[in-house]
Structure formats: structure tokens, C-alpha cells
């Protein structure tokens, strides 16, 4: 895809051509959403509390929420004196 204007984009196919618009506003609303979803993830807090928090209704916030549940994250496996490391009972060797 190549940038089109400021904020749309177009695919580079001739037979494609479609194309898609993304605003700063669209990456500050998940960043946001995703601090929240971290908050309720990390603490000990309900998902109450935070959808109070944040000024919405729970059942809004777990629909904001969809496409955090889609984030795998990737552990660092740096020097690590120990040949084998387990996480979720998942064996990683280095």
C-alpha cells in the first residue's frame, strides 16, 4: 500500500485498488483502551471498577477490549544462566 493523501492509503495492485483511511485519533483510542485493559489484567481490580474508571458500561469496555486478547506476547530470552525457562508450563530451551 502506498500513502495517499494524509490520512488514506491505497493498494498498490492495479486490479485491487482498495484502500483504507487511518487517523491519529484511531491509534489514541487503542493505546488508551489498551492501558485499561492492562490495569484490569495486571491488578487485582474488576472490570467494574475500571469500566467505572474509565466513564463507560462494563459490557462497552469488554467490546473495546476484543482485540487485546489478540496480542501474543513474546518473552525475552536474553542470557539467561538457566538452560531452560517455563512459562505457562511451556518449555522454552536457549
Known sequence: ??????????CNNKSCGASTARSSQTASKNAAAFRLFYDWIT?????????????????????????CWLIHPQP????FPYLRLS???RHLLQ
Open 76 to 79: 525475552y530470552i536474553g542470557s
Open 43 to 67: 491488578a487485582a481490580t474488576s472490570l467494574v471498577a475500571i469500566a467505572a474508571k474509565a466513564g463507560v458500561a462494563r459490557l462497552t469496555l469488554r467490546q473495546c477490549f476484543w482485540w
Open 1 to 10: 500500500m502506498k500513502k495517499n493523501g494524509t490520512t488514506r492509503w491505497r
Open 87 to 89: 512459562l505457562d508450563r
